[in-house]
Antibody, heavy 116, light 106 residues
């Protein structure tokens, strides 16, 4: 069955970076793109961007350009998102999701907490 | 960018009630709307795609309708397991979520 397994919770200091992963299984990884989504209590669900898992090509929501960097390792069927120059406003749950027109399968989410 | 206005933000229902949530897009989204259910501490789960197509495993008490800019999602005969938050998502032009609706038990 299709599964997206994300890495564990992160506690980071302001100004630092974190890199979270999303390992896919149960399907051909390069057949579907992967998107990343941010969820906060105040802002709801926000689309960060997506990566073409075959070519590595990326598209970013304007709001997250310079904040998020998406990469992929086809050999391990894993997508990554690095968040840089962290501020308390980056504290959120981050999900990866498979794109099959809409987002059909989601990872379990990673809680990123930014605090000094 | 397409904006999605979802209402109401919260909803209180009794078991067995029918409830309806609406999403209005800022432009025609050609029926490219999906609906998701999210329970606390869990990832969203897709229930409906393309306005009214139930995803495999979605109970038949869930339904969706609409066209153009205006869409709705309904649950007939609310059950206790339906207590959750619900989100719409347009995927006509990239992706935009609605603000969510929290369904609570009256």
């Amino acid at each position: 069955q299709v599964q997206l397994q994300q890495s564990g919770a992160e506690l980071a200091k302001p100004g630092s970076s974190v890199k979270i992963s999303c390992k896919a299984s149960g399907y051909t990884f390069t057949s579907y793109d992967i998107s990343w989504i941010k969820q906060t209590t105040g802002q709801g669900l926000e689309y960060i961007g997506y990566i073409n898992t075959g070519s590595g090509g990326t598209y970013y929501n304007e709001k997250f350009k310079g904040k998020a960097t998406l990469t992929v390792d086809k050999s391990s069927s894993t997508a990554f998102m690095q968040l840089s120059s962290l501020t308390p406003e980056d504290t959120a749950v981050y999900y990866c999701a498979r794109i099959r027109v809409a987002f059909d399968y989601w990872g379990q989410g990673v809680m990123v907490t930014v605090s000094s | 960018d397409i904006q999605m206005t979802q209402s109401p933000p919260s909803l209180s229902a009794s078991l067995g009630d029918k409830v309806t949530i609406t999403c209005q897009a800022s432009q025609n989204i050609n029926k490219y709307i999906a609906w998701y259910q999210q329970k606390p501490g869990k990832a969203p789960r897709q229930l409906i795609r393309y306005t009214s197509t139930l995803v495999s495993g979605t109970p038949s008490r869930f339904s969706g309708s609409g066209s153009g800019r205006d869409y709705s999602f309904s649950i007939s005969n609310v059950e206790s397991e339906d207590i959750a938050s619900y989100y719409c998502l347009q995927y006509d032009n990239l992706w935009t979520f609605g603000g969510g609706t929290k369904l609570e038990l009256k």
